[in-house]
């Protein structure tokens, strides 16, 4: 069993930055793939980024490429979401998953386990 706590949320000039932490606890994440996700009100959750569980592959969403890195130390037990140059449509809960895999999953129901979520809010 995986427990995965996500921290890092707030509000956020369009514009900034945040760096957002998954920590997990119960099993080491070294060999998980991972993603993160989002979900804003009224709308559907959706995949925003993952990685294998080497590094190796990344994979972004259209909307966040360029401007969002995956990233993680496996010391820490921790993944991480930088999110650079904000936008108010960046607005959402953003999780992260974690899934017992060697692909590099960006569909939900691959995803094994699953944090509550941190609330990423950005003003325009």
């Known amino acids: 069993q995986v427990h995965l706590v996500e921290s890092g949320g707030r509000l956020v000039q369009a514009g900034g930055s945040l760096r957002l932490s998954c920590a997990a606890s119960g099993r080491t994440l070294s060999y998980y793939a991972m993603g993160w996700f989002r979900q804003a009100p009224g709308k559907e959750r959706e995949f925003v980024t993952a990685?294998?569980?080497?590094?190796?592959?990344?994979y972004w969403a259209d909307s966040v490429k360029g401007r969002f890195t995956i990233s993680r130390d496996n010391a820490k037990n921790t993944v991480y979401l930088q999110m650079n140059s904000l936008k108010p449509e960046d607005t959402a809960v953003y999780y992260c998953?974690?899934?017992?895999?060697?692909?590099?999953?960006?569909?939900?129901?691959?995803?094994?386990?699953w944090g509550q979520g941190t609330q990423v809010t950005v003003s325009s």
């Open positions: 998953a974690a899934a017992s895999t060697t692909g590099t999953p960006k569909r939900l129901r691959d995803y094994d386990y």
């Open positions: 990685m294998s569980w080497d590094g190796a592959i990344k």
